[in-house]
C-alpha cells in the first residue's frame, strides 16, 4: 500500500522530483510502483523508502544529482545491479532517500589491448565487460555467479572475489583508477592506466570496498590479459576438507600459475542442486562427501593443458588425496561442471531460509576451523545443515547454515530469529581464527552492527576519522558499514 504523505511533504516531494527530472528527463524519475523493485534486497531481508529513484546517464548527471541532493538535503543510496547479499545498495526507512541507478553509465569507453587496460563505466554489466575484452582478444578475469547483472560498480564498491582471484586478484587488485562523484558532486577523474604511480595517497583505494559510503564510482580503468589458448577443467570427490588442502598444494606444485580456479563443495551442496535443479546432475556413480572443481587455463594448446591434468589427477590418486575424477571432454562438459558449482545459491534458496557467512580464514586453517565450527553450531542448533561451499585456493568459504529439516519443531522464522546467536557463534571463531567477517559481499546493512566487534577501536575511529572527512554530513548510503 502507497505511503499518504502530508500535504506539505507531498507538495516538497513533488517538487524534488520536478528538479531530478530536470536533470535526467521525466523518464528516469520513478516513483511508486515503478520504484518498488529498486526498494528491497535481492534476499528480500532489508527494504527502505525513497522520495525517488534516478537514472542518470552520464557522471556530470551524477555530479548534479548529488549537489541537488545536498541543496534538499537527501541521502544518496547508489545502486547498480541489486544483486548484492548484505543490503548494501538499499535505502534504509528514512523519508528522504534518494537512490541513483548506475544501469545508465553502461560504455566501455576504450580497450587499450597493447597497455592491456579497458576504460568501462560502473553500470556496465560484469558479463558484458568480460565480453568486451574478449571481442579485442583479452581476457577480463573477474568472473562470479551474478556476472549477467552485477554491475562493475557494486563489484568495486564491495570489492568482490570471484572464482579466478587464486591467480588474478580481486576487484581491487584488477582496477588501475577510479571515475568518482564526490559527496560535494565534485569529480575526480582518477582513471589512471599506469602499473607504477607513486604520487601520494591512493585515493583509488578509499573507495573500492567503501560501498558508496564516500563516493560514487561512475568508471573504471581495470587490467586486461591475455587470452589463454585452452582451458583444463575437472571435478573430483574426495573424503575431507584436510585432502582438499593437500590437494591444493600439490595443484600449485604441479600447474603453478596456470590454477586459474580450485572450487571446494560439500555433498550437501551437490544434494541441494540435484533436488532443486534436476537438469543438472552430479558426473559421478557415487557421492563423495566433498568436492573440488579444478580449472587450468593456460597460453599452450589444449594437448599441453590436459597433460598437465591428468598428471596432476594421476599424482592426486597416487597420494591417495582423491577418490574419483572426472574431466571435462569440451566447453560444454566444462560448463555443466561449472554449472553445479554456481547454482549452489540458487538451489539453497529453494531449499528455503538460510543464515549466509562470506569469511575468510588462513588457508591453512580452513579444515580445522570446519570441523570446530560444525560442531559448535550442531551442539547449539541441533539439526542445522551446513551449505559450505567457495574459494578454497584464497580461504574464502560461503559457511552457510540452513534451517533444520522437516519435523524439527523449528519453522524458517523460528530459524531467521536466532541469526543473531548464530553470527555470533560463527564469527567468533573466525575471528579466533584470524579471519574476516566479510570476504568479498561487503557489510552493508546486515553486518554494520558485528564490524565494531571484530575490528580494534583504533580501526573503527580511523574508518569514522574518513568518513567523516569525506562524507562530513553523512548523507551517502548512510546506514552501511559504519553506524
Same mark, same amino acid.
Given at each position: 500500500?502507497?505511503?499518504?504523505? /502530508?500535504?506539505a511533504? !507531498? *507538495?516538497? @516531494? %513533488?517538487?524534488?522530483?520536478?528538479? #531530478?527530472?530536470?536533470?535526467?528527463?521525466? &523518464?528516469?524519475?520513478?516513483?511508486?510502483?515503478?520504484?518498488?523493485?529498486?526498494l528491497?534486497?535481492?534476499?528480500?531481508?532489508?527494504?527502505?523508502?525513497?522520495?525517488a529513484?534516478?537514472?542518470?546517464?552520464?557522471?556530470?548527471?551524477?555530479?548534479?544529482?548529488?549537489?541537488?541532493?545536498?541543496?534538499?538535503?537527501l541521502?544518496?543510496?547508489?545502486?547498480?545491479?541489486?544483486?548484492?547479499l548484505?543490503?548494501?545498495?538499499?535505502?534504509?526507512?528514512?523519508?528522504?532517500?534518494?537512490?541513483?541507478?548506475?544501469?545508465?553509465?553502461?560504455?566501455?569507453?576504450?580497450?587499450?589491448p597493447?597497455?592491456?587496460?579497458?576504460?568501462?563505466?560502473?553500470?556496465? /554489466?560484469?558479463?558484458? !565487460? *568480460?565480453? @568486451? %575484452?574478449?571481442?579485442?582478444g583479452? #581476457?577480463?578475469?573477474?568472473?562470479?555467479? &551474478?556476472?549477467?547483472?552485477?554491475?562493475?560498480?557494486?563489484?568495486?564498491?564491495?570489492?568482490?572475489?570471484?572464482?579466478?582471484v587464486?591467480?588474478?586478484?580481486?576487484?581491487?587488485?584488477l582496477?588501475?583508477?577510479?571515475?568518482?562523484?564526490?559527496?560535494e558532486?565534485?569529480?575526480?577523474?582518477?582513471?589512471n592506466?599506469l602499473?607504477?604511480?607513486?604520487?601520494?595517497y591512493?585515493?583509488?583505494?578509499?573507495?573500492?570496498?567503501?560501498?558508496?559510503?564516500?563516493?560514487?564510482?561512475t568508471?573504471?580503468?581495470?587490467?586486461?590479459f591475455?587470452?589463454?589458448?585452452?582451458?583444463?577443467?575437472?571435478?573430483?570427490?574426495?573424503?575431507?576438507?584436510?585432502?582438499?588442502?593437500?590437494?591444493?598444494?600439490? @595443484?600449485q606444485?604441479?600447474?603453478?600459475?596456470?590454477?586459474?580456479?580450485?572450487?571446494?563443495?560439500?555433498?550437501?551442496?551437490?544434494?541441494?542442486v540435484?533436488?532443486?535443479?534436476?537438469?543438472l546432475?552430479?558426473?559421478f556413480?557415487?557421492?563423495?562427501?566433498?568436492?573440488?572443481?579444478?580449472?587450468l587455463?593456460?597460453h599452450q594448446?589444449?594437448?599441453?593443458t590436459?597433460?598437465?591434468?591428468?598428471?596432476?589427477?594421476?599424482?592426486?590418486?597416487?597420494?591417495?588425496?582423491?577418490?574419483?575424477?572426472v574431466?571435462?571432454?569440451?566447453?560444454?562438459?566444462?560448463?555443466?561442471?561449472?554449472?553445479?558449482?554456481?547454482?549452489?545459491?540458487?538451489?539453497?534458496?529453494?531449499?528455503?531460509k538460510?543464515?549466509?557467512?562470506?569469511?575468510?580464514?588462513?588457508?591453512?586453517?580452513?579444515?580445522?576451523?570446519?570441523?570446530?565450527?560444525?560442531?559448535?553450531?550442531?551442539?547449539?542448533f541441533?539439526?542445522?545443515?551446513?551449505v559450505?561451499?567457495?574459494?578454497l585456493?584464497?580461504?574464502?568459504?560461503?559457511?552457510?547454515?540452513?534451517?533444520?529439516?522437516?519435523?524439527?519443531?523449528?519453522?524458517?522464522?523460528?530459524?531467521?530469529?536466532?541469526?543473531?546467536?548464530?553470527?555470533?557463534?560463527?564469527?567468533?571463531q573466525?575471528?579466533?581464527?584470524?579471519?574476516?567477517?566479510?570476504?568479498?559481499?561487503?557489510?552493508g546493512?546486515?553486518?554494520?552492527?558485528?564490524?565494531?566487534?571484530?575490528?580494534?577501536?583504533?580501526?573503527?575511529?580511523?574508518?569514522?576519522?574518513?568518513?567523516?572527512?569525506?562524507?562530513?554530513d553523512?548523507?551517502?548510503?548512510?546506514?552501511?558499514?559504519?553506524?
Amino acid at each position: 500500500m502507497p505511503v499518504r504523505l /502530508p500535504m506539505a511533504e !507531498a *507538495q516538497e @516531494a %513533488a517538487a524534488i522530483r520536478a528538479a #531530478l527530472a530536470e536533470v535526467v528527463g521525466p &523518464a528516469h524519475v520513478l516513483a511508486g510502483a515503478d520504484a518498488d523493485p529498486h526498494l528491497s534486497d535481492w534476499r528480500k531481508r532489508f527494504t527502505g523508502t525513497a522520495l525517488a529513484v534516478v537514472r542518470p546517464g552520464s557522471t556530470e548527471e551524477v555530479a548534479q544529482l548529488v549537489r541537488l541532493a545536498a541543496q534538499r538535503s537527501l541521502a544518496v543510496v547508489p545502486q547498480g545491479g541489486n544483486t548484492g547479499l548484505c543490503g548494501g545498495a538499499t535505502p534504509d526507512a528514512g523519508n528522504r532517500n534518494l537512490v541513483l541507478l548506475t544501469t545508465r553509465l553502461s560504455r566501455v569507453r576504450s580497450i587499450d589491448p597493447l597497455n592491456n587496460t579497458m576504460v568501462i563505466e560502473a553500470g556496465v /554489466p560484469l558479463l558484458r !565487460a *568480460q565480453d @568486451a %575484452a574478449r571481442e579485442a582478444g583479452r #581476457l577480463f578475469p573477474l568472473s562470479l555467479a &551474478a556476472e549477467g547483472s552485477a554491475t562493475i560498480g557494486g563489484n568495486l564498491s564491495t570489492n568482490a572475489g570471484g572464482t579466478q582471484v587464486l591467480r588474478y586478484g580481486n576487484a581491487r587488485e584488477l582496477c588501475l583508477g577510479l571515475e568518482v562523484v564526490t559527496a560535494e558532486g565534485e569529480i575526480w577523474s582518477g582513471l589512471n592506466a599506469l602499473r607504477k604511480n607513486n604520487t601520494g595517497y591512493d585515493l583509488r583505494d578509499l573507495f573500492i570496498g567503501a560501498e558508496g559510503t564516500l563516493g560514487i564510482i561512475t568508471a573504471a580503468c581495470v587490467k586486461l590479459f591475455p587470452l589463454p589458448r585452452s582451458t583444463g577443467t575437472a571435478l573430483v570427490g574426495l573424503n575431507n576438507v584436510d585432502q582438499a588442502l593437500r590437494l591444493l598444494d600439490l @595443484a600449485q606444485q604441479h600447474a603453478a600459475s596456470t590454477l586459474t580456479g580450485f572450487e571446494l563443495f560439500s555433498d550437501f551442496c551437490l544434494q541441494l542442486v540435484e533436488q532443486h535443479l534436476p537438469r543438472l546432475r552430479s558426473p559421478f556413480a557415487a557421492s563423495h562427501a566433498w568436492y573440488v572443481l579444478i580449472e587450468l587455463s593456460n597460453h599452450q594448446d589444449a594437448n599441453a593443458t590436459n597433460a598437465m591434468l591428468e598428471d596432476l589427477l594421476g599424482a592426486a590418486l597416487d597420494a591417495r588425496l582423491i577418490d574419483d575424477a572426472v574431466i571435462a571432454q569440451s566447453t560444454a562438459q566444462a560448463s555443466e561442471l561449472w554449472a553445479l558449482r554456481e547454482s549452489i545459491s540458487e538451489a539453497q534458496a529453494a531449499e528455503g531460509k538460510n543464515i549466509k557467512h562470506d569469511i575468510s580464514v588462513p588457508i591453512s586453517r580452513i579444515a580445522e576451523f570446519v570441523r570446530e565450527t560444525n560442531a559448535q553450531l550442531a551442539q547449539r542448533f541441533p539439526g542445522v545443515r551446513m551449505v559450505i561451499f567457495g574459494h578454497l585456493g584464497d580461504g574464502n568459504l560461503h559457511y552457510n547454515v540452513s534451517a533444520p529439516g522437516f519435523g524439527s519443531g523449528l519453522d524458517d522464522g523460528g530459524f531467521i530469529a536466532r541469526q543473531p546467536e548464530v553470527y555470533e557463534t560463527v564469527h567468533d571463531q573466525v575471528h579466533r581464527f584470524g579471519g574476516s567477517i566479510s570476504a568479498e559481499h561487503g557489510i552493508g546493512q546486515l553486518k554494520r552492527a558485528e564490524l565494531p566487534r571484530y575490528k580494534s577501536p583504533v580501526e573503527m575511529a580511523l574508518m569514522r576519522r574518513i568518513k567523516q572527512a569525506l562524507d562530513p554530513d553523512h548523507r551517502m548510503n548512510p546506514g552501511k558499514v559504519l553506524d
